[in-house]
């Protein structure tokens, strides 16, 4: 039997890069898996891209997840579609690229990104529970996405590292609130990803990237989507409020090997 099978996943985000990978992974283990975009063009790539992937049992809803409105929007199709919630995963972001340094950004940049990363995925969790999970007599489990720079920052990216700290501070303190009622909430700390965005970069600084990796190579998509699976399945079933690095073990050196000394 597939792990998730007769299980209703939301992936927020989940039309572009890991998102992607983190609902084939749902579907391809049986789930039916909710997936949205910010706008209609995202969700609709995202439909696209699983077709192309040969991947169904995907419904696609578009929600910018900052927006209370449509995620309660979403929420409702939820309900009518499906009639239940037994998995959140909290994958949207902003990256907060180009808005500058601390002291180029502008208090509007710097509220853009919390709105989305922050803000957003504490409404969506909210709405999960208070919808779902607590209705149901099987409880929900709710795995938010972080990253390593939470702990370790990357320069000119003030937003985007300020909102993955509160990320995880989010689910430390909801793992503590919701594990009463019997809600796990845990967290998956990606470094680099092998996303979109590579495809642009120089193959001289891709190549010093990896480099930073004590395992040689960034991660795919599908090796952040794995430990997100695990997170969300009962093999995690006595593990809550825990963040787990996926990062190449760039997060246990104090430099990487051609800046050692």
């Not at 578009?62 to 994958?91: T, Y």
């Not at 989305?116 to 795995?143: E, L, S, W």
């Not at 996303?195 to 990237?209: G, H, I, S, V």
């Amino acid at each position: 039997m597939k792990r998730f099978e007769g299980k209703v996943v939301l992936v927020t985000g989940g039309s572009r890069n890991t998102g992607l990978d983190i609902v084939e992974r749902f579907a391809r283990e049986g789930a039916r898996v909710f997936s949205c975009g910010s706008d209609e063009d995202s969700t609709s790539r995202g439909a696209a891209a699983m077709k192309a992937r040969g991947v169904d049992g995907v419904t696609y809803v578009p929600c910018n997840i900052s927006d209370i409105a449509q995620v309660s929007a979403m929420f409702d199709a939820i309900g009518r579609e499906a009639g239940r919630l037994d998995i959140l995963v909290n994958n949207a972001a902003n990256q907060g690229i180009g808005h500058g340094g601390p002291l180029e950004m502008t208090p509007d940049n710097f509220r853009s990104v919390l709105a989305v990363n922050v803000i957003g995925g504490f409404q969506v969790t909210q709405m999960a529970c208070n919808r779902f999970f607590m209705k149901q007599d099987t409880r929900g489990v709710v795995v938010f996405l972080s990253s390593n720079t939470a702990r370790r920052a990357i320069r000119n990216r003030t937003a985007y590292c300020s909102s993955k700290g509160a990320i995880n501070s989010l689910v430390r303190s909801l793992g503590l609130d919701l594990g009463p009622l019997g809600i796990r909430v845990n967290c998956c700390a990606p470094g680099y990803i092998n996303t979109e965005r590579w495809n642009t970069l120089d193959p001289a600084l891709a190549a010093r990237r990896r480099r930073n990796c004590p395992l040689g190579r960034e991660a795919k998509g599908a090796d952040i989507a794995g430990v997100v699976a695990f997170l969300a399945s009962d093999d995690s079933a006595n593990m809550t409020g825990e963040i787990i690095t996926v990062d190449a073990g760039c997060s246990c050196q104090h430099m990487p090997v051609d800046c050692d000394c």
